[in-house]
């Protein structure tokens, strides 16, 4: 069992809608949660952090941490046709390297 | 400084080969880390730097695989006698102390393919 779950999609929503994203790990020693967006043959692009569990809000993006069900969420609302691109969960304990989600490819119909 | 540089952006090489990457970080950050990406996957541990020095080796970085920073600013990633398991999206990213915490900032990578 991979530490980090996440369903690849394909996800595809009309312009406009709230997109909901999630990934679900094993060990609970994780403690820092990330979401990277990677677009086509580019890199991966820092969207959000939170070392808690709660919700975290920036702009369209809210990230949501529910430790005790090992648990992370990225909702976007609003959703762009610019918001295509793979999402992709990340997270680490007290250790200096993440583990990554396989992402989940979203693609925003104008 | 615009971000992390990796260049080259694609390499194509004859199984056997030998091929060395290089990674530019953003300056004044000290940690250097080197992913690997295959397709559909999430990115994966290979090495880290802080400083010039190699802190943590994952697993998957065989006896084939060195990487350097020799003064503590770019990095260099060297696959010996390459196989086509080999071929993938190699990434660095940077960042400062804390970079497990506020996240660190990737490349664009350097896709390797292996013929």
């Known amino acids: 069992q991979k530490e980090v779950e996440q369903d690849p999609g394909p996800l595809s929503v009309p312009e406009g809608a709230i997109v909901s994203l999630n990934c679900t790990y094993s060990?609970?020693?994780?403690?820092?949660f990330m979401w990277y967006r990677q677009y086509s043959r580019k890199g991966p692009e820092l969207l959000m952090y939170t070392y808690s569990s709660g919700n975290k809000e920036d702009g369209r993006f809210t990230a949501q941490v529910d430790k005790s069900s090992k648990y992370i969420s990225l909702f976007i609302r609003d959703s762009q046709p610019s918001d295509s691109a793979t999402y992709l969960c990340a997270m680490s304990d007290y250790g200096n390297q993440f583990y990554f989600g396989t992402g989940t490819s979203l693609t925003v119909i104008p | 400084d615009t971000g992390v540089s990796q260049d080259p952006r694609h390499k194509i090489t004859k199984r056997g080969q030998n091929v060395t990457f290089r990674c530019d970080p953003i300056s004044e950050h000290n940690r250097l880390y080197w992913y690997r990406q295959t397709l559909g996957q999430g990115p994966e541990f290979l090495t880290y730097f802080q400083n010039e020095a190699q802190l943590e080796k994952s697993r998957l970085l065989s006896d084939r695989f060195s990487a350097e920073r020799p003064k503590g600013s770019f990095s260099t990633l060297e696959i010996q006698r390459t196989e086509q398991g080999d071929s993938a999206m190699y990434l660095c990213a940077s960042s400062l102390e804390g970079g497990t915490v506020h996240g660190y900032t990737f490349g664009s990578g350097t896709r390797l393919t292996v013929v």
């Open positions: 060990n609970s020693a994780f403690q820092y």
